[in-house]
């Protein structure tokens, strides 16, 4: 920190019979670039064994921030010129690790410029202190890893990497056995529980939305919906009661988008979508299903992320007996998604997902990954996802060697990136 003679700030604490060395660093971390409590206490240590200081002993705080933090609204970094983002996912107690600034570290060595930051798992659990009354009330907040999001996002900023906050929407486990009422009827009347809200359900929705404007507050650079679609499985004795009230599924879920759009366009951070992979064919039965047709929902956000993973395909899928074992799968389904779209939607991109883990391809390795993001970007794909819920992103790194010019970092995670905003869909 500098003073207003631009001389360096010096904090010190005077230990108190109370006092750890643990306690002195959750005190002061937000006042320092070092991003774990633990990392501040080690630093703080008069020995490395010492757990106390001794009473009115003089403690220096290290690491200070060279300027006081900018505001999120103010903090964030805006799309890349060319709209291409290169990025892999992240959970909340990842995000609460010592693997968080290492990721980050990787990244931007290899130019990787987003990561897609849990706000909710389809397990319901959010990965943050939030404040919304019904997570509050149900608990869903209660064991939140991410002690303060709007730091966590700025530490990623501060790498040159972009934070989009994934909010998984009508999957929720937990909060659906907290509140029946938001899930769907049976076709005999009571509940019917298969950790789904009903995507009718007003109080789901307005939940979700909640979520978002959260996310957006604690400085967000995109919102990313997951799981914005109707269940597929234990369906058999569920009444989603859309005929009755003359809906669709493509209705009801273009018309959640559409709400969700319009709390994310007046700020200016870009709300992306994830697909199924299947939807990228175009059979009206699987977008039926799903109520994920893409020409509809590109009208109501700035980028689709199909799931393309390989693994998941059926065998005989393009004439492949072990879809698995065939990267070049991510570019046909983006080649196919993008034929769908035509010209039609010149702000909103396509960024698939991408698989980034062995599951159900035996030939997974470094090689495999590198040609599914070639494949997406000679496809047309602008930028791609790594997907790997075990966090084990080894084979990323091998894939993506460091990179003669990587992005700058930027001093303390204060500095906003000169970028453009994204142009935002009509």
């Given at each position: 920190m500098i003073d207003e003679a631009g001389a360096p700030i010096k904090v010190v604490h005077k230990a108190t019979a109370d006092d750890t060395y643990w306690s002195i660093a959750a005190a002061y971390l937000?006042?320092?670039?070092?991003?774990?409590?633990?990392?501040?206490?080690?630093?703080l240590r008069r020995s490395p064994n010492a757990t106390k200081?001794?009473?009115?002993?003089?403690?220096?705080?290290?690491?200070?921030?060279?300027a006081a933090p900018k505001s999120p609204e103010e903090g964030r970094l805006g799309w890349p010129e060319d709209r291409a983002l290169r990025g892999l996912y992240i959970r909340g107690g990842t995000a609460q690790s010592s693997l968080y600034t290492a990721v980050l570290s990787r990244m931007q060595k290899r130019n990787l410029n987003l990561i897609v930051l849990d706000a909710k798992d389809y397990d319901g659990l959010l990965t943050y202190k939030s404040k919304v009354q019904l997570a509050v009330d149900s608990g869903a907040?209660?064991?939140?890893?991410?002690?303060?999001?709007?730091?966590?996002i700025r530490f990623a900023h501060s790498y040159g990497v972009r934070v989009a906050m994934r909010v998984s929407c009508f999957e929720d486990e937990f909060m659906t056995h907290a509140h029946t009422e938001m899930v769907p009827r049976a076709k005999w009347g009571r509940p019917y529980q298969i950790g789904w809200f009903d995507p009718t359900n007003e109080a789901a929705q307005q939940y979700i939305r909640d979520l978002v404007v959260e996310s957006m507050d604690a400085g967000a650079d995109e919102i990313q919906l997951d799981y914005v679609r109707y269940p597929v499985l234990g369906i058999q004795g569920a009444d989603f009661d859309l005929e009755r009230r003359k809906l669709t599924k493509r209705i009801v879920i273009r018309d959640f988008v559409r709400s969700v759009h319009a709390l994310t366009q007046p700020r200016h951070v870009p709300?992306?979508?994830?697909?199924?992979?299947?939807?990228?064919?175009?059979?009206?039965?699987?977008?039926?299903?799903?109520?994920q047709h893409p020409a509809t929902l590109a009208a109501e956000c700035e980028a689709l992320s199909p799931m393309v993973y390989p693994s998941h395909y059926s065998s005989g899928y393009q004439g492949f007996e072990i879809p698995g074992n065939h990267p070049e799968i991510v570019g046909i389904a983006t080649k196919k998604l993008l034929a769908q779209l035509g010209d039609k939607f010149p702000n909103t991109v396509v960024r698939p997902w991408v698989q980034a883990m062995d599951y159900k391809s035996p030939e997974y390795g470094p090689a495999y990954l590198a040609i599914e993001v070639h494949s997406s970007d000679k496809a047309g794909g602008s930028g791609w996802l790594l997907w790997n819920p075990g966090q084990t992103y080894t084979v990323a790194w091998q894939a993506l060697p460091p990179v003669s010019n990587p992005t700058p970092m930027l001093a303390g995670g204060t500095t906003s990136s000169t970028s453009p905003k994204a142009p935002l869909a009509p």
């Open positions: 937000d006042l320092t670039d070092t991003y774990l409590t633990s990392d501040l206490e080690k630093a200081p001794e009473l009115g002993e003089t403690v220096t705080i290290p690491t200070l921030l060279s907040t209660k064991s939140a890893p991410i002690r303060n999001l709007e730091r966590t709300l992306s979508l994830d697909i199924f992979g299947v939807v990228a064919d175009g059979k009206p039965e699987d977008i039926d299903m799903l109520g």
